[in-house]
């Protein structure tokens, strides 16, 4: 019998999908909306680029590296 082991099971609510994307979102948007009021909104590129690669490998990466590794099979079994 094989167990559906979800990562984000283990992670506290600040750490979970919907506040990833809420977080990244959020500084991205705000960051245009800073920028463009100040006739840079270029800078939001510079902002996006490292928020994007977060939000990429916490949501994308991490949780088939979790899953690839093994170590909830042996969480799931304590």
């Known amino acids: 019998m094989t167990k559906n082991i979800n990562p984000w099971n283990y992670k506290p609510w600040w750490c979970q999908p919907w506040s990833i994307m809420l977080t990244g979102v959020t500084l991205i948007f705000g960051s245009w ?4 009021f100040f006739k840079i909104s270029w800078l939001t590129i510079i902002v996006a680029i ?20 093994g170590i909830l099979d042996q969480k799931s079994n304590e």
């Open 50 to 69: 490292p928020v994007l690669t977060w939000m990429g490998f916490f949501l994308l990466i991490w949780p088939k590296l979790m899953i690839e590794s």
């Open 33 to 36: 909306l800073i920028f463009n």
